[in-house]
């Protein structure tokens, strides 16, 4: 709870500081009010679970696990946004400020005890989302973006919200613990129909959230469109808040109904993993890439809930755990140089990668690391990653959903070697040749992103089975 | 911890090498890497080969899952450990010569690499072997990919793609096996993937029938056994000379390695239901690789296909399921090894002094260089099985043991005997015989390094050739276990 209260009032205090007119100040303020919050959120981890506003949000390791990684990845995509303070961005403090609440609405998505709170949390992320993706206001292409992503986001919560009607019109409860009870119920047999529609909705809106497939129409345009920081931000604190929200809500409220929804989401996850995997081979620029790359994560994490054993612990819940959190870092580190040499480059593709090992080896070696986590190869967080969700899906049975998981993940390395063979074995041309200045800051960060990356690859044991 | 010492020394070495620069890099990696080869042989010698399982290290790794960093070795695994660190410094050696970019970046992945096949030949977990198993490809694939020839691009990336989707179906083939297992030994989670729990497994046929080509096929792409072995003459061909020589003389033993340590155990039923296939497919490729070589203009692709021809010959040795049989895979490994890294640093050589691998337009050699005529011909003639030779001895065993499994199939394997001199004897005759070429006229004798190289090499077939006994004690009691683990 600390952290809400916290993130609300620095914040508030934050957007103030913009008043100052000094733009230096506010990237290190950011970072301490998260250091903050950090520190604020971890001392909550042996607390007993709590409760706050009539149990409509609880305090438990599960939320502060959740909470951790959103903050943490928001921390370490902090440095990269230098740039925006060296261009002297008119509005700066308010797009800090704007991340800052919008960790406030994830927070409460990953402990929401109560359909409205989950519904206030992701609104709240929502709303900062459309503004920071339209932020590049003089680009086109990032207006299309924000109008597109607010458009369709809008339809996504008007369906959500439809969702959570029905399902209270069935169960004649908002409380999480309440609609579990009504739904083993009896009585309310007849209400069934109801209950499928809604639960239905609510698949969509929240799917639409975590770009799982057939709503992911909107990532690739919308990440090319958003600026490079803000994407970065959107596939790993919106997805890993999302899969909370997800997890939490059918471990709570639907266990009774996993006859039905969980067919739904075996066919959601298969279809997710073929349109993320397929489609990120096809695409020439790195940050298109990227965004398919980051609806496929999405299809790996609904692995999770599928092997779905009906509690906030075991399994299914420490493998989007670990998932989310090696994807978060492995992600940032990605994003992170994507932004280091667009700026310098001007260039999205991978040929802009060309020649990196050579003018940048810290950049190439963090790229390579973050690349090999994403595909799963070991030595890396990523490989545990998978290996616990797969794992979790193998115990529950889905054999066949795994193989082809398997088979997906081998079409991903294919595009995850891509940018390596361009930082490595690809000589630099005339546009590629000047080396890319990237800050002590920067590197110090990139150096953070690639350690944990790597000792989450090989000591997974220190964070695998905390929940 | 002597194992563990083993497996961790290369890559602390290959860490401290980042602040090495220039020439105190080479000598550096290379002394790193005798240091490492002078305690693999003092753990050969204070290693008792009758006793099962020693030198073990057995520590909780991902304690919640039951998943264990435990390593240890028996004899098959110490040969292998010997092999690793008997070519690593004379791989790092045999690099001196060549002015690599970047230089200590190289050595470091040539250390990192020996890191990860130490890890291999010596994880008793499932997981922990399937880690390195990757682990040893990521150096591999940037040296190949960053130092190697023209199309090396291309080349590395469909090695990388054949050898890690290969991977992939063991890993799923061994998360199964992993979820048939009982609570781990301390408790903590519900199952374990320690190798011995996977040979306690009571699996049905059925059950093991796919879960060998699962993991069989990984096995099979690193071999490489025809028809997965697309890759492999390619690499070869394009990869620098050490990352050739650690492809042919370490890597392949990977699979014959797993098939002996991982497959044969665990799924005996798999394997008596598709032995018969595999050894089909070996002596296809023993036939097929060796007309190929007969063909081939280019050394190095001729070596390359010899080797794949060779390890089709290992293949059908471990599959005929004698003892006789795999005594001579675990034989064969090592002269294989040998003799394979001494083929290929010869071309290595020649090509590095006129420029050309194609053999037509050299010629002449032996005029000149008495010393290189004399490695040549030895390494040569162990590569064609000479008796007293390195080649000889696993030959004969594996010969003998695919005759034991069928007679057809042990005489259509033998041919590759025949073959191997057709080619072999063919390529000496036209590279170091005859009339000098405008590449060959101003060619110089080896020198000191080179011999550095080729002395050990040289001692070791003869070693191999003319003791052969010392080596297979050490295998035999594995050997034997293996067996009766697969009678069970």
Redesign the interface.
């Known amino acids: 709870m600390a952290s809400i209260i916290l993130l609300s009032v620095l914040g508030i205090a934050n957007l103030f500081l913009g008043f100052l007119r000094s733009n230096r100040m506010l990237l290190p303020a950011a970072m301490v009010i998260l250091l903050i919050v950090f520190g604020a959120n971890l001392y909550d981890w042996n607390a007993p679970a709590q409760s706050y506003f009539n149990n409509m949000l609880t305090i438990d390791r599960f939320s502060v696990a959740f909470t951790g990684i959103v903050v943490l990845t928001t921390l370490l995509l902090l440095p990269f946004s230098q740039k925006y303070v060296r261009d002297n961005e008119a509005n700066l403090a308010e797009y800090y400020s704007l991340l800052l609440f919008s960790l406030v609405g994830a927070i409460m998505m990953v402990s929401y005890d109560n359909m409205l709170m989950l519904f206030v949390g992701i609104e709240i992320l929502s709303i900062s989302m459309y503004v920071v993706a339209g932020s590049d206001k003089r680009n086109v292409r990032s207006n299309e973006a924000s109008l597109k992503y607010f458009l369709m986001g809008s339809f996504a919560t008007g369906i959500l919200l439809f969702g959570i009607a029905l399902v209270y019109g069935a169960t004649g409860a908002f409380q999480l613990s309440e609609i579990g009870a009504a739904v083993t119920n009896p009585a309310n047999d007849s209400l069934r129909p109801m209950l499928y529609i809604g639960i239905l909705l609510m698949l969509i809106g929240i799917g639409f959230k975590v770009s799982a497939a057939p709503f992911h129409y909107w990532t690739p345009d919308v990440y090319e469109g958003t600026p490079t920081f803000f994407a970065a931000f959107m596939s790993t604190v919106v997805k890993t808040a999302g899969f909370a929200a997800f997890l939490k809500l059918l471990v709570q409220a639907f266990p009774a109904a996993q006859g039905f929804w969980i067919p739904t989401i075996v066919a959601m996850c298969a279809l997710t993993l073929l349109i993320g995997n397929v489609g990120a081979v096809a695409q020439q620029s790195l940050k298109r890439m990227l965004a398919y790359s980051s609806i496929s994560h999405a299809g790996y994490l609904l692995l999770g809930l599928v092997a779905f054993n009906g509690e906030l612990s075991g399994l299914s819940a420490?493998g989007i755990f670990f998932y989310s959190l090696a994807y978060s870092i492995a992600t940032v580190a990605a994003f992170g140089v994507l932004k280091l040499v667009h700026d310098q480059r001007q260039r999205e593709d991978y040929d802009g990668l060309n020649g990196l090992?050579r003018t940048n080896p810290l950049l190439a070696f963090v790229m390579t690391i973050a690349m090999?986590s994403l595909a799963g190869?070991?030595?890396t967080g990523g490989?545990?990653g998978k290996?616990?969700l797969?794992?979790a899906a193998?115990?529950k049975g889905y054999?066949g959903l795994?193989?082809f998981a398997?088979i997906m993940?081998?079409v991903g390395?294919?595009y995850y070697?891509r940018p390596i063979?361009a930082m490595?074995?690809?000589p630099a041309d005339d546009e590629t040749e000047a080396p890319i200045t990237v800050g002590s800051f920067q590197s110090a960060v990139l150096i953070i992103l690639a350690v944990l990356t790597v000792v989450l690859g090989v000591?997974?044991?220190l964070v695998?089975?905390v929940l | 911890m002597l194992t563990a010492l083993l497996l961790f020394f290369p890559l602390a070495a290959a860490l401290l090498l980042h602040f090495v620069k220039g020439n105190a890099g080479r000598v550096f990696a290379f002394g790193a890497a005798l240091l490492e080869f002078i305690v693999a042989v003092y753990a050969a010698v204070t290693f008792d080969a009758s006793n099962v399982g020693q030198l073990e290290v057995n520590l909780p790794w991902i304690a919640s899952a039951g998943i264990s960093f435990h390593v240890g070795m028996d004899g098959l695994s110490l040969l292998l450990v010997l092999l690793t660190t008997f070519l690593a410094p004379l791989i790092l050696l045999a690099s001196f010569r060549h002015d690599y970019k970047n230089a200590s970046a190289f050595y470091a992945l040539v250390l990192f690499m020996e890191t990860g096949l130490i890890g291999v030949f010596t994880s008793m977990d499932a997981f922990l072997f399937y880690f390195f198993w990757e682990v040893a490809l990521i150096p591999i694939y940037f040296l190949a990919g960053i130092w190697g020839g023209e199309r090396r691009v291309a080349v590395t990336f469909k090695f990388f793609l054949y050898t890690i989707i290969g991977s992939l179906f063991m890993l799923a083939g061994f998360v199964y096996l992993y979820y048939q297992t009982g609570p781990a030994a301390n408790g903590l989670a519900a199952h374990t993937s320690d190798l011995q729990a996977f040979y306690d497994l009571s699996l049905t046929a059925a059950e093991q029938s796919w879960l060998f080509w699962l993991i069989f096929i990984a096995f099979a792409v690193k071999m490489p056994i025809f028809p997965f072995h697309t890759w492999q003459p390619d690499t070869y061909t394009e990869s620098p000379a050490p990352a050739t020589m650690l492809l042919s003389g370490i890597m392949l033993k990977m699979g014959i390695y797993g098939c002996l340590r991982w497959l044969l155990p665990i799924t005996p039923l798999g394997v008596s239901q598709w032995g018969w296939l595999v050894m089909i497919l070996a002596v296809i490729g023993i036939i097929y690789g060796a007309i190929i070589a007969i063909r081939q203009r280019d050394m190095k692709r001729l070596i390359a296909y010899s080797s794949l021809s060779h390890v089709g010959l290992m293949a059908a040795g471990v599959f005929s399921l004698t003892q006789m049989g795999l005594q001579g895979a675990v034989v064969q490994m090592l002269a294989h090894g040998v003799n394979v890294v001494g083929m290929f640093f010869i071309a290595d050589i020649i090509q590095r002094r006129t420029n050309t691998r194609l053999i037509p337009e050299l010629g002449g050699l032996t005029q000149t260089t008495p010393l290189l005529s004399v490695s040549f011909l030895v390494v040569l003639l162990a590569t064609v099985a000479l008796p007293l030779t390195s080649g000889f001895v696993g030959e004969f065993l594996l010969l003998a043991g695919v005759f034991q499994y069928n007679n057809w199939l042990g005489a259509v394997a033998g041919i590759t005997i025949i073959l191997g001199a057709v080619y072999l004897l063919r390529m000496f005759q036209r590279v170091m015989l005859g009339p000098a070429t405008s590449f060959t006229a101003a060619f110089r004798d080896l020198n000191g390094a080179e011999l550095a190289v080729l002395v050990p090499l040289i001692f070791m077939i003869f070693w191999i050739g003319l003791f052969p006994n010392t080596f297979l004690q050490m295998s035999e009691p594995s050997v034997i276990r293996i067996l009766s683990l697969m009678q069970r």
């Open positions: 420490n090992a090999l190869i070991p030595l490989f545990f290996f616990f797969f794992g193998v115990d054999i795994v193989v398997v993940s081998m390395i294919y070697l063979i490595y074995m690809k000591l997974p044991g695998s089975g």
